[in-house]
């Protein structure tokens, strides 16, 4: 598909001919349920008597007119892109087309409630995506204003970048966008026709509309009050929290303003709760689509309510970086996506409730961001992005995580006020326009002093990460030398300046103090610490204090085996994090045995307090005992930590978080009679554990149990989806059918989602999980040369979304053998023409049991 993978030259040279003023693009919503009318009038400048193209992905072009004059589509349209000969140094370009509905969360995706059978659409244009619903230049640094008309049912809400206007209702018409009968009752239909936006780039325009339920507030900014939005399905409007979700909002706009010295650009603000949604978010101008997951129809863990407000404020942070000044093309990803996690993070910590949100950064966002760099496919932060194909495989935790973590260095680096100002300066310069990397540095070099060019080199444009680790010599209990060496892997040997601190901590009355600290950069393979000569040795000595580097840890010998002897004395949950953090990497690096790892989390998880950190340890257990422990030691440590999940889930406080993860957990283990008797006891409600709500998501959680140890079958799955007949039940209840354990189960599941085409993308998800989800992995066996066979097909036939989901997530991992290893490695060996995207992915899958297998060496002894 060449032409739909537009690459980067071709994008510079296009924009070196043409550029953008308007579009008005006018959707007919009410022509059936597979497709939808489309018109885009653009008007553009042009080097007059040049050649360029439009994109467009649509079924069937009808009419295609250039300044007045005729093309033919057939000779016009082809491969995506519409070819427009002779340009004028001013034209107008008219394209009526008929555009597809998605159910794979890109373009237009069409869903209809199962609970009521309603229609709700909505769009998602990132990366190149706009061009599935009109015409249209599709590159960020072709900004332009976009003025959207659209006839729909009368009694949907329309909602788009600009403000909803009054819609006109033009009598009758069949509605078949009404319901989902194509045949239905005429019903009202009317149009709505939005102002023209601000010039923004295509990628971030949007359009949703359906009977939407609505809470509406508004805030005050420095341009005035912006009215505030917050929208979902109808049916799950009894289960909307928009307080909460209003609250961290408008902390927000508060912080954002005063940090960029930048009032909101756009004329309101709307939050929209989507089904089937393929990200957590999406920053559209003033019009942001949220997971729906995010909406909460029982009890969640602590953690994703945090997550969900770091979303909220990322996507907001986004409005001043990555809207109103916009990435010349996709190379700048990182450092959209980057700073959007940096400044919501930052004001997570500093202007809500959350004021622990670098501990979860840590936990969490660097634990990806180190996984990442340690694979074969790991990249420079600032990537080669040649073409769209490349730019989609890279919202990766180089992108998102480590860029975030290195943009968390920059700052100590150059320090918080003068990066800051240099902020300031960079909006003010650049509103409504493009800009790269370099527009950026300049400012902060400019207000900070500090040589830039050096530091992006080295942390920009090469990869891979760094371990550091203190050498101290003593003598009488008096530190006499100390120093933190550097090293890198010898893939990329790169050494790097950081900005650290070092602490020292004395246990005292059972807990960890802090007694010093000091602040140093560091450079090269070794570097000095004068200011703990002559200081007592300390109980625990943390390189990284504060988690200001991004670099691997290790702690010293004595300073290890203090902390993992009281690892519960580590009161203060980031260096706490810091500590677990090595002992996974070493676990990881086959220096530390997986068997030890999961003894040390079991003694921990009936304690842990923070909800992110007990997520962690749970997470990384499971990973130790399915795929590193040595298989002849798995059934005894898996069956030990089932029982320990157990112990810890019946001991858990009634009705908190640790009860609920820690149910979680144990359910996805569960397998002794005991266990299974317990999940039949809740689900039925004979019995109970204290504090415990059994509501309709933890009894898909049991029932899903149930049905992995082979104890629920067809039946009851169906019945149960009955009692809860709504989009989540439908995903919830693939999930359990896919995770029976017979041939018969896995196979379904296998054709369903990877043979046919159709499934919507949630579903698709979760039937991957269930069928990956097994106690006896001879189930998957068959299915490490399927896999293998399906890969070619898979990538080619179904669009980016639905491939990348099918590839990374119905590889067999948890077979994690030798004969897994080799089958991956000779597709590898076999297929160097292969696209790049499938090949990437494939070799992640490769380096992942690549690291299982030598961590089972490692516990096996
Ligand atoms: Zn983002």
Known sequence: ??????????????????????????LDLTTGPDTFGTVTTVQFRATEGAESFIDLCAPSVSSIVLNGESLDPVEHYADSRIRLPRLAARNTLTVEATGAYMNT??????????????????????????????????????????????????????????????????????????????????????????????????????????????????????????????????????????????EATKAGFTFFE??????YPFAKYDQIFTPEYNAGAMENAGCVTIVEAYIFRGKVTEAIIERRALTILHELAHMWFGDLVTMKWWDDLWLNESFAEWASTTCQAEATQWSQAWTTFATAEKAWAYRQDQLSSTHPIAADMVDLEAVEVNFDGITYAKGASVLKQLVAYVGREPFRDGL????????????????????????????????????????????????????DGTITAASITQTAPDEWPTLRPHRLAVGCYDLVDGEFVRTHRVELDIDGASTQV???????????????????????????????????????????????????????DMTRDGEMAASDYVSLAQQLLPFETESNLLRSLIEQSSTAVLTYVAPAKRAAVTAELESALLDATREAAGGS?????????????ARSPQSL????????????????????????????????????????????LERDDTATGREKAARALAARPTAEA?????????????????????????????????????????????????????????????????????????????????????????????????????????RALKAQERDAG
Not at 457 to 474: D, I, R
Request: charged letters at 20%; a negative charge.
């Open 1 to 26: 598909m060449p032409g739909k993978n537009l690459t980067r030259d071709e994008a510079a040279a296009r924009s070196a001919i043409v550029s953008t003023d308007s579009y008005a693009v006018s």
């Open 105 to 246: 969360g890109e373009g237009m995706h069409r869903f209809v409630d199962p609970a009521d059978g309603e229609v709700y659409l909505y769009t998602q244009f990132e990366v190149p995506d706009s061009r599935r619903v009109f015409a249209v230049f599709e590159q960020p640094d072709l900004k332009a204003t976009f003025q959207f008309t659209v006839t729909a049912p009368a009694h949907w809400q329309l909602i788009s970048n600009q403000p909803t206007p009054q819609p006109v209702t033009a009598g009758s018409k069949p509605g078949a966008g009404q319901t989902d009968s194509s045949d239905a009752t005429p019903g009202d239909i009317a149009t709505w026709t939005f102002e023209p936006t601000p010039p923004i780039s295509s990628y971030i325009t949007a359009l949703v509309a359906g009977p939407y339920a609505v809470v509406r507030d508004e805030v005050a900014t420095r341009a005035g009050t912006v009215p505030l939005g917050v929208f979902c399905r109808r049916s799950m409007e009894q289960y909307l929290d928009a307080d909460n979700v209003l």
């Open 258 to 263: 005063e940090e960029f010295d930048q009032p």
């Open 424 to 475: 300031r300066s960079y909006f003010a310069k650049h509103a409504w326009g493009n800009t790269t990397l370099a527009d950026l540095l300049t400012e902060l070099e400019a207000t900070s002093g500090r040589d830039l060019h050096t530091w992006s080199q080295l942390w920009l444009e090469t990869a891979g990460v760094n371990t550091l680790v203190p050498q101290v010599t003593s003598q």
């Open 530 to 584: 004068p200011d703990l000569v002559g200081r007592p040795v300390p109980d625990l000595l943390l390189v990284n204090d504060d988690d200001l580097a991004y670099a691997k840890i290790r702690l010293d010998e004595a300073s290890l085996a203090a902390a993992l002897a009281q690892p519960r004395a580590l009161v203060d949950s980031l260096p706490r994090s810091q500590v677990l953090a090595a002992a996974w």
């Open 657 to 669: 978080d640790a009860q609920l993860q820690l149910l979680t957990a144990w359910a996805s283990f």
């Open 677 to 720: 008797e317990l999940l039949r006891g809740l689900l039925s409600g004979e019995q109970a554990l204290d504090g415990l709500i059994v509501d309709q998501d933890i009894r898909w959680t049991l029932l899903t149990a149930l049905a992995t140890a082979g104890a629920a079958d067809e039946t009851e799955i169906d019945a149960e």
């Open 746 to 850: 896995k196979e379904t599941a296998w054709r369903d989602a990877v043979e046919h085409d159709g499934l919507p993308n949630a579903v698709l998800a979760q039937t991957a999980l269930g069928f990956g989800r097994v106690h006896d992995t001879a189930l998957l066996e068959p299915y490490v040369e399927r896999y293998h066979s399906a890969l070619s097909s898979v990538w080619e036939s179904r669009t980016h979304h639905i491939a990348e989901s099918i590839v990374v997530r119905f590889y067999p991992h948890v077979l994690a053998d030798q004969h897994l290893l080799d089958a991956t490695v000779a597709w590898l060996d076999a297929s160097p023409e292969a696209p790049s995207g499938l090949r990437r992915t494939v070799a992640e899958n490769r380096d992942t049991v690549a």
